[in-house]
């Protein structure tokens, strides 16, 4: 069976036709099937230039190593298998591939044989059945028709990766091995055959060492996914029950959403604190501002504008106070006018009683600006006179008392929280959105009761 791309998806400049084709209406979908000749529509469902999605297809150039991130359900496993199939099969059944020994290494043995060979998106599922390998229990290893093999090895002995040798790889779930460096390290001896031995890892990600170590490399290139990627192939009450149970937690962005979540160490927040105080809905609020921490240019080189909106409820005894990061409205490449009106249109959206701003960089410039589209807006302009994790440390002992909540879908400015260490911030460019937050709150500690209102005119 010829299991090259057949001429008529070719003629459709496609890569991965799936939604296309589904997308089209039933007489457009009978015509392509039509003008498939027998051996297409045979080949056709193990085509999976066509069926893949984005982040299951293979990026172009000379990588070592592959590594997919992605959710639960993504189609990782289908991907991983598949590259085998690209790597191990021919044009015909008995023709060679460009590798012939494969090792298939998974946390345990069992889960190598259930998932990555017999699983429902395996090596053997997704095999035409001309080019079906065989599993020799005994040996741990799949033998191709054309000769290839693959061999089964278990996170839990990397000593047995120690003399085979190999032109491929498929490592599955590499994040929650219990000896993930040192096995990844034997493997590496022992991928040393052919012109250009590669490796394929699929994972759901981890803060591991070993996986963080290994996206840095120029030799590695990367695709990701969340969960509902791949939603066509799973149970819309599955999807719907994770996503109310798990969004805007630390687990639900690692495990549904695909995201390596990375905290140094030293870290002022963590991400487990900040779960811990997590709301879905704003409780009724005393006070709310807005904090701005504008950037000096607005191009697309600049920095992001941080703007972050808080609510307190202060009234009461101290020990009572509590407060609740509401919103992130920062924005990246626009003029000084574009983000003041994006920051008015925050307060005017949550109520606040106030804009406080960063007057570091831009001086009376940033409240010429505020003025100009709101003549009248109650602001409060504030000079840093310490560094940026002398001025955080007081907040996020705020959240170490648990007085300090997070509505959902406050992602990045949590990303950029849980950057910031003792030796400084961790992440790529500049905490604009720390920043904004952390002005907010010293603002709500500072003066709790301070609520300023717009002037009100009554007319002649």
């Known amino acids: 069976m010829e299991l090259a791309l057949p001429s008529t998806l070719m003629r459709h400049g496609l890569r991965s036709g799936a939604d296309w084709i589904a997308s089209e209406p039933a007489e457009v979908q009978t015509e392509f099937l039509e003008a498939l000749s027998e051996g297409e529509l045979v080949a056709l469902p193990f085509l999976f230039d066509f069926w893949a999605l984005p982040h299951q297809v293979p990026p172009e150039g000379n990588w070592k190593t592959w590594v997919i991130l992605g959710g639960r359900g993504a189609g990782k496993t289908r991907a991983g298998s598949e590259w085998v199939r690209t790597k191990v099969e021919g044009s015909g059944p008995l023709d060679v591939g460009s590798a012939s ?48 093999i693959a061999q089964a090895f278990s996170a839990h002995d990397p000593e047995g990766l120690r003399g085979p040798q190999f032109d491929a790889a498929w490592v599955d779930e590499l994040a929650k091995w219990r000896n993930a460096q040192e096995t990844w390290d034997m493997l590496q001896f022992g991928l040393r055959l052919g012109e250009h031995p590669q490796q394929c890892v699929t994972t759901t990600p981890r803060n591991v060492a070993v996986l963080k170590d290994l996206l840095k490399r120029e030799s590695t290139v990367q695709t990701s996914a969340p969960t509902e990627a791949n939603r066509a192939y799973l149970a819309d009450s599955f999807l719907e029950e994770v996503r109310v149970r798990y969004e805007g937690t630390q687990l639900g962005r690692q495990e549904l959403d695909g995201v390596l979540l990375d905290e140094p160490e030293g870290a002022l927040w963590s ?47 101290v020990k009572d106070w509590r407060a609740v990061v509401l919103d992130d409205a920062s924005v990246r490449a626009v003029s000084p006018d574009g983000w003041a009106r994006v920051a008015i249109a925050a307060m005017e959206s949550w109520g606040a009683d106030k804009l406080v701003a960063e007057v570091n960089q831009g001086g009376d410039l940033v409240q010429s600006v505020i ?50 260490s003792q030796q400084g911030f961790q992440g790529s460019g500049s905490p604009d959105r720390v920043d904004a937050l952390v002005w907010a709150l010293t603002e709500l500690i500072e003066e709790p009761s301070a609520k300023w209102r717009r002037p009100q005119f009554r007319s002649l």
């Open 371 to 420: 003025r100009q589209v709101d003549p009248l807006v109650p602001y409060k302009a504030v000079r840093a006179s310490r560094g940026k994790i002398a001025r955080a440390e007081p907040v996020a002992a705020l959240y170490e008392q648990g007085r300090v909540q997070h509505l959902t879908g406050l992602d990045t400015l949590e990303d950029q929280m849980c950057a910031m």
């Open 271 to 317: 991400r487990k604190a900040i779960d811990a105080g997590r709301l879905k809905k704003a409780p009724e609020l005393d006070r709310i501002v807005v904090a701005v921490d504008p950037p000096v240019t607005g191009h697309s080189g600049s920095d992001e504008c941080g703007i972050v909106v808080v609510g307190a409820n202060t009234s009461g005894a």
């Open 101 to 148: 020994r494969v090792a298939l290494v998974g946390e345990t043995i069992d889960q190598v044989r259930e998932v990555m060979v017999f699983g429902d998106s395996g090596i053997i599922a997704c095999s035409p059945p001309d080019r079906v390998p065989v599993w020799e229990a005994g040996r741990k290893r799949l033998v191709w028709p054309n000769g290839a």
